[in-house]
C-alpha cells in the first residue's frame, strides 16, 4: 500500500511520544511549523504515554499540541504497570504482560482517530504486535542504516568508542525487529571536519581523567549535530510519503541528504 496526499486532502498522521525533554517538543513544534508553511500533513491524534501533571516537559509538549487544536490522547504507562503490579521491562528479556495489555490499550484509543500513518518521535516503549500489526508506523533512529543501535546516547558512545567518520537519521519500519525494521529514509553527516577537531583531540584527556562520556565536548558537538538534521529530516521524510516519492511500507529507502542540508543551511 502505497500512502500519500491527494491534492485536497493532506496525510493523516498519528504522533507518539514520551515528550520527555526538549528534543522531543522541537520536533513537534518545527513540524507544526511546516505544516503551517505548507507540509501536506495533518495530525489527527497525538498520543503520549504520561498523563498531564506527570512531568513538566510533557506537559509543555501537550499545551503545543492544545494550542495548535490537535486531538490528545494519554495512558500514562507508569500508571498503568503500578495498576497491574507490573515488574520493569529489561532489556534483553520478554517483554513482561502489562506491556502487551498496555499497548491493547493505545490501540483502542488511537483506533478512534482517521490516519494512515503513525509516527513515533522520542516514544519510549517498545511498540508490540499490537500496534504495529494494527496501524503502519515509522520510528526515528539517529543513525546511519548500518549505524549503532540503541538510545541516542548509547549510540552517541559507540560513535566515539569507533572514531567515526560520519553518522546519521534513519526512518524505519516498525516491526518486531528492534531498532532494525526495513529503513524508509536517512541522511547522513559528518563528524570529522575542521569545526569538531578540537572536540575530538580533548576527548582522550577528558576520558583518562574521568570526565562522563555525556559531559564531553565531544559528545556534545555530535549530539549537536544529530538534532540540528532530525528535525528536517523528519519533515522531509514525511514530504516524500505525502508527494509519493517514499511508499509505506515497501520502499525502497530514499536518501534525504540534499534536502536536509539545505534545510538546515537556510
Not at 50 to 79: C, F, K, N
Not at 173 to 193: A, E, H, I, N, Q
Not at 226 to 252: K, M, N, Q, S
Request: negative net charge; contains cysteine; aromatic residues 8%.
Amino acid at each position: 500500500m502505497t500512502l500519500t496526499a491527494t491534492m485536497t486532502e493532506p496525510l493523516h498522521i498519528a504522533w507518539l511520544t514520551t515528550g520527555r525533554g526538549p528534543g522531543s517538543y522541537g520536533a513537534l513544534e518545527y513540524t507544526l511549523n511546516a505544516i503551517e508553511a505548507g507540509l501536506p500533513v495533518r495530525i489527527a491524534v497525538l498520543f503520549v504515554n504520561r498523563d498531564p501533571g506527570e512531568a513538566e516537559p510533557t506537559d509543555r509538549l501537550l499545551a503545543l499540541a492544545r494550542d495548535h487544536r490537535i486531538p490528545v490522547e494519554t495512558i500514562s504507562s507508569v500508571r498503568f504497570r503500578k495498576a497491574r503490579g507490573g515488574k520493569l521491562s529489561k532489556p534483553g528479556e520478554p517483554l513482561p504482560a502489562w506491556r502487551l495489555e498496555y499497548d491493547e490499550a493505545v490501540a483502542a484509543r488511537l483506533a478512534k482517530y482517521d490516519f494512515t500513518l503513525g509516527v513515533l518521535f522520542g516514544y519510549m516503549l517498545i511498540a508490540t504486535p499490537a500496534l504495529f500489526e494494527r496501524f503502519v508506523l515509522i520510528n526515528d533512529h539517529p543513525a546511519l542504516p548500518d549505524g549503532p543501535v540503541g538510545t541516542y546516547q548509547e549510540v552517541i558512545a559507540e560513535l566515539i568508542r569507533t572514531g567515526a567518520g560520519e553518522s546519521g537519521c534513519l526512518m524505519n519500519l516498525v516491526t518486531g525487529d528492534l531498532d532494525r525494521g526495513p529503513v524508509l529514509s536517512y541522511c547522513r553527516f559528518g563528524l570529522k571536519d575542521a569545526a569538531s577537531a578540537a572536540a575530538w583531540a580533548s576527548w582522550p584527556k577528558a576520558a583518562a581523567n574521568g570526565v562522563p562520556i555525556e559531559d564531553s565536548a565531544l559528545y556534545q558537538e555530535i549530539r549537536r549535530r544529530g538534532v540540528e538534521r532530525e528535525r528536517p529530516f523528519l519533515v522531509e521524510t514525511l514530504r516524500a510519503v505525502a508527494e509519493g516519492r517514499l511508499r509505506v511500507p515497501g520502499g525502497p529507502a530514499i536518501d534525504l541528504t540534499a534536502a536536509v542540508e539545505r534545510a538546515v543551511t537556510e
